[in-house]
Nanobody, 112 residues
Framework: QLQLVESGGGLVQPGGSARLSCVAS????????IGWFRQAPGKEREGVSC????????KYADSTEGRSTISRDNATNTVHLQINNLDPEDTAIYYC?????WGQGTQVTVSS
């Protein structure tokens, strides 16, 4: 069994940044790639970024390429997603995913 808990969301002004964190409890964290997804109101859930189990391979969606950074710390079972230059289009619930497990999500609202 593995649990994922996201944090770091909130209200951010356009052009600002958000640093999201996902902490995993349970075994197996080190063996899996981890992904961040988001779901905006009225839209389907979409992938934002993912990172390999060792952390040496990262991928980003076109929508956040160049302004986001994913990282992980296997010693603390944590993965972070930093998104800069936020736009109202980035408003969504952000979810952490590992294998079949999902967190409860953290809301990011970009508004002035």
């Amino acid at each position: 069994q593995l649990q994922l808990v996201e944090s770091g969301g909130g209200l951010v002004q356009p052009g600002g940044s958000a640093r999201l964190s996902c902490v995993a409890s349970g075994i197996g964290f080190n063996y899996f790639a981890i992904g961040w997804f988001r779901q905006a109101p009225g839209k389907e859930r979409e992938g934002v970024s993912c990172i390999s189990s060792s952390g040496d391979v990262t991928k980003y969606a076109d929508s956040t390429e160049g302004r986001s950074t994913i990282s992980r710390d296997n010693a603390t079972n944590t993965v972070h997603l930093q998104i800069n230059n936020l736009d109202p289009e980035d408003t969504a619930i952000y979810y952490c995913n590992l294998n079949m497990y999902w967190g409860q999500g953290t809301q990011v609202t970009v508004s002035s």
